[in-house]
């Protein structure tokens, strides 16, 4: 008997209305024994790499075999593909819009499907705006009940996956220049530079105009003063003690920011 897999779901959908709970609903139907987790909600309407942050800062948590469902879509009904994953130690579900492709190559991608089955969906004419409910889910339900991959769509080549178009972090002759790629709840900024490329060293972040000094903790700056320091998450953010970096610097998705690397 193959034994249930976790199941976690992400979206842009919000609590407030009832298209997470139906999604539920559609897995438990299929099967009701599935442990579902939900990773966040809240992702903000659209923003495919914000939802791409929340993913892979999660999914090192989760154990071997997990089938992670992501679903922010604002391509739904459109020409882009849903697929399936399997990596070395998990599964992925969801649009072919970019939000998926970097964890799956970090991991190791095993095989690839477009969801073309459609004895897998809640229905065989799925809605024009509720793949998530009518593919994903219940797509997902059956990963993590143990369909093999194989049987849930067509095989497709691990190259053509869609990449999101966000500029990578890059090297300059003082340190590194990255991007902003998510802004969290309490207003913390955090950029695309790996936190090992600053760690143990003297350095300060420069973004519209404002120098702000590397740290190790929130409390090496008085209250209400800017900092950076490597995040939980192992990437470098950008805050402010006791308060909201994003309003305070007036920073957003994809700005520009420099790490200047003092000489030892």
């Known amino acids: 008997m193959v034994q249930t897999r976790l199941l976690?779901?992400?979206?842009?959908?919000?609590?407030?209305?009832?298209?997470?709970?139906?999604?539920?609903?559609?897995?438990?139907?299929?099967?009701?024994?599935?442990?579902?987790?939900?990773?966040?909600?809240?992702?903000?309407?659209?923003?495919?790499?914000?939802?791409q942050f929340h993913l892979i800062s999660a999914y090192p948590y989760f154990p071997t075999g997990s089938v992670h469902v992501a679903v922010v879509d604002p391509g739904v009904g459109g020409t882009r593909r849903a697929i399936a994953l399997e990596l070395a130690d998990g599964f992925l579900v969801g649009a072919d819009n970019g939000l998926l492709t970097k964890l799956a190559q970090r991991q190791s991608i095993r095989q690839a499907v477009e969801l073309t089955h459609s004895r897998y969906w809640r229905a065989t004419e799925p809605s024009a705006t509720f793949h998530g409910r009518d593919i994903f889910a219940p797509v997902g339900a059956h990963l993590a009940s143990g369909v093999p991959i194989q049987d849930i769509g067509t095989v497709i080549d691990p190259a053509t996956l869609v990449e999101l178009p966000l500029a990578a972090c890059m090297p300059t002759s003082t340190g590194f220049e990255g991007n902003i790629q998510h802004i969290d709840r309490f207003g913390n900024v955090i950029t695309n530079i790996p936190g090992d490329a600053v760690r143990d060293q003297s350095w300060s972040i420069h973004v519209n105009r404002v120098t702000i000094p590397g740290c190790r903790v929130y409390g090496d700056v008085a209250a209400g003063k800017p900092l950076a320091l490597i995040g939980s998450h192992g990437w470098v953010e950008i805050a402010v003690n006791g308060g909201d970096a994003h309003f305070q610097l007036r920073l957003n998705w994809t700005d520009s920011v420099k790490v200047v690397i003092e000489p030892s």
């Open 8 to 51: 976690t779901l992400l979206s842009d959908f919000g609590l407030n209305d009832a298209y997470v709970g139906t999604m539920k609903g559609v897995i438990y139907q299929i099967n009701p024994a599935i442990t579902i987790v939900d990773l966040t909600h809240e992702v903000p309407p659209q923003n495919i790499a914000a939802a």
